[in-house]
Each structure stands twice: as C-alpha cells, then as structure tokens.
C-alpha cells in the first residue's frame, strides 16, 4: 500500500512567542532606509485594498483591488502616532523608484 502524506497525530505548536493579532495584521512590514531618513514600508494586497487612493509618487488613482504599499515616517520628529497618521498610500513601482 502507498504512504500517505498526510500528517498524523498532534499538529504541531508554534514554540517561542505566542501569536498576537498586531503582529499578525501587520503583515511583512518592513523598515527601509531613504534618503530622507527611515520608513516603516508594508504591502497591501490586493484582496485588502478595499479603498482607492492617490498616489504621491505619480498623482494617479490606486483602484480599490489593486496590489500597493503604505508607507510611513519610523523616525519622525513628531513621534509615532503624528507619524501613522501621516502614512500614504503608493504604487509599489512609484515607492521603489522614489
């Protein structure tokens, strides 16, 4: 008879941190270094995207459903909260050119 690859038995448990939403919501965010100084960059899938936006990099319309990043200030002058409030929405081509 064939093996089956099935797994059987108890599933495995994440060992180390316990998973909490933040982390989990917050996607693959990353931190990037610019000219300008460092930016918190995450990619919104397009099944997320549920909002259209404008995007600062070429002033055209991200449609709602479209694949595009946010980015953000990591080391604004005014702090964290002034900082994610002042996020913008970009094309992912438009963020990577900038």
């Not at 059987?8 to 965010?29: C, I, N, T, W, Y």
């Not at 990037?32 to 397009?46: A, K, Y």
């Not at 595009?68 to 002058?77: E, N, Q």
Request: with cysteine; charged share 30%.
């Amino acid at each position: 008879m064939p093996r089956s690859n099935r797994p059987r038995g108890r599933r495995h448990e994440q060992v180390g941190e316990p998973d909490d939403l933040s982390r989990l919501m917050a996607g693959f965010k990353r931190t990037e270094r610019r000219r300008s100084g460092l930016w918190n960059v995450q990619p919104i899938r397009s099944g997320r995207a549920e909002k259209a936006y404008t995007c600062p990099g070429c002033g055209r319309d991200i449609v709602a459903g479209a694949e595009h990043v946010v980015a953000w200030r990591a080391d604004g002058p005014l702090g964290d909260t002034s900082d994610l409030e002042a996020r913008r929405h970009w094309h992912t081509h438009c963020w990577r050119v900038s």
